[in-house]
């Protein structure tokens, strides 16, 4: 007998082959992401390999970490505990004198889940190959809101696509010109997203009240039973709507004798179109004999990171290669010169949110007007790269800043000055004890009634001031001093900071 060990390239994952007379025989792992599991396990994950095997040896990258194998009916299951903050893990499965051996990789975020592998022999492994970033556009006349597309090319006849009964979407299937299998999996993202939405909102109600009651309970204020009963009625809602989308967040494809990988698409946007190739395993390791895919892939991995400089080095390597067609070589160059761009603004949104971190820092002596610039300037970028990824991530980060942006409030400072006219000259003095309001739109109503508005400060002994007023409520500061006479009005018609000099006519 022969033992020959195939190793995939890209660090995607390490594979044996056992060769004999009758079968070459594979040993694949495959995340069970239906059997995802809310547990009590003391803030920690859990990792459990299941199989008809019940000689593996299985490894963990953190050397502590040792598993405990026990049989459930005919199935093993091998589990460990994972410490989530520091949750990126590589195991290693093996099967004993054998040369079968498998690497696995997973990052463990949630605490209290306990997450199932399925470990197998088959005669015809498949393997994913993505093939794009997250940038394609599903375009469907009639489709305001539009779907999105995850679509399979592969030379396997007789590809399956496995999803939940919940999940609202259609099947098409065609061939390419040059005769590969495409399967289609048209998603219904009005349906997706709306529950999608109620997994966020109940994530976030749960969250918030959670914090409330550790709050109260660090305070040393007495939680009622009707708390705890909220409290534990925001939790069921919580994990039920976690577990209805989780049901449909992912599809499981195979074929005859293979395999099944399963495909996340949670992150999934409108109009979005995400395209793999299925290929067996031969032709994966095949494939991968070029310089030029090797590249490729590098920078496909790349920019599903948002790692856009390595991304376009990697897309210019394959635009140069020697192995590489024509077309292959403009294509790379198309991409190199999309990271490109990507880059510049990711580069400048976290410029821009470093200067705003350091201007944070000085509190009062920060310059408002630099701080509101960080924020545009942060917020536009953001933008661009949602326009040109279609990442929902760039739009989300977007958000947040905005609503930050707008929390921030308008600041307006300056210094206020008595004027008067002496002998033909304009003579002007610091002027003290005037009252500053911030008026509406009704300002004029207000005045009538005998009333300036909302009381926002006062000018100091020195003359000056620094007001910081809700945006897009008020349309101007009316300062008024001690004496009520002579009253100046401030314009707000620019929603930016302010400095201005106030002059008050004596």
């Known amino acids: 007998m022969n033992c020959k060990i195939i190793i995939a390239l890209m660090g995607f994952f390490v594979v044996s082959l056992l060769e004999s007379k009758a079968q070459n025989v594979f040993m694949t792992v495959d995340e069970q992401v239906?059997?995802?599991q809310n547990v009590n396990l003391g803030g920690k994950a859990s990792a459990v390999f299941v199989s008809s095997m019940d000689d593996l040896v299985i490894t963990s990258n953190i050397k502590s970490e040792v598993f405990t194998q026990k049989k459930n009916g005919d199935l093993y299951e091998y589990e460990v505990l994972v410490d989530v903050t520091n949750g990126d893990r590589t195991f290693t499965v093996m099967r004993k004198n054998t040369a079968l051996t498998i690497e696995h990789k997973k990052?463990?975020?949630?605490?209290n889940k306990r997450y199932y592998f399925l470990v197998e022999e088959v005669e015809n492994p498949i393997v994913l190959n993505e093939q794009g970033g997250r940038g394609e556009a599903l375009i469907e006349e009639g489709k305001e809101k539009g779907n999105a597309c995850v679509e399979f090319t592969t030379a396997l006849e007789g590809l399956k696509v496995k999803y939940s009964p919940k999940l609202a979407c259609t099947?098409?299937?065609s061939k390419t010109p040059a005769g590969a299998f495409v399967t289609s999996v048209i998603i219904d993202m009005e349906a997706f997203g709306k529950m999608r939405d109620d997994m966020q909102k109940a994530d976030s109600a749960?969250?918030?009240?959670?914090?409330?009651?550790?709050d109260m309970g660090d305070k040393g204020q007495e939680v009622s039973e009707n708390e705890w009963e909220k409290h534990d009625s925001l939790r069921v809602v919580k994990e039920e709507t976690e577990a209805a989308f989780n049901a449909i967040?992912?599809?499981?494809v195979y074929t005859e004798g293979s395999n099944k990988l399963t495909v996340p698409i949670s992150d999934l946007s409108p109009k979005q179109k995400v395209p793999y190739g299925v290929l067996s395993l031969r032709e994966k390791v095949e494939i991968y004999n070029r310089s030029y895919d090797q590249y490729v892939g590098s920078a496909l991995q790349a920019e599903k990171s948002r790692k856009y400089n390595t991304a376009q080095e990697f897309y210019e390597q394959g635009a140069n290669a020697e192995d590489a067609t024509e077309e292959e070589?403009?294509?790379c160059r198309a991409k190199a010169q999309e990271m490109k761009e990507c880059a510049g603004y990711w580069n400048m949104a976290n410029t821009v949110l470093k200067k705003l971190k350091e201007l944070k820092k000085q509190g009062g002596m920060a310059d408002y007007g630099m701080i509101e610039e960080c924020y545009e300037v942060a917020i536009a970028n953001y933008n661009s790269l949602y326009k040109v990824r279609n990442d929902e991530?760039?739009?989300?980060?977007?958000?947040?800043l905005q609503k930050a942006l707008d929390k921030l409030g308008l600041v307006v400072e300056g210094n206020v000055v008595k004027t008067d006219m002496k002998q033909g000259r304009l003579i002007e003095e610091k002027a003290t004890n005037v009252s500053i309001y911030a008026c509406t739109q009704s300002f004029s109503k207000d005045m009538q009634k005998g009333t300036h508005g909302v009381f926002v400060g006062m000018v100091d002994a020195d003359g000056n001031f620094h007001v910081q007023i809700d945006r897009h409520i008020y349309a101007g500061l009316l300062f008024v001093p001690e004496n009520r006479k002579n009253n100046t009005w401030v314009s707000l018609k620019e929603q930016k900071h302010l400095k201005t000099k106030v002059r008050i006519r004596d």
Do not use: C, N, P
């Open 206 to 214: 749960y969250t918030a009240f959670d914090a409330k009651i550790m």
């Open 249 to 252: 967040s992912y599809l499981v």
């Open 107 to 111: 990052i463990f975020k949630e605490k």
């Open 329 to 331: 070589k403009a294509s």
């Open 34 to 36: 239906d059997r995802l």
């Open 171 to 173: 099947i098409e299937r």
């Open 393 to 400: 991530e760039f739009q989300r980060r977007a958000d947040i």
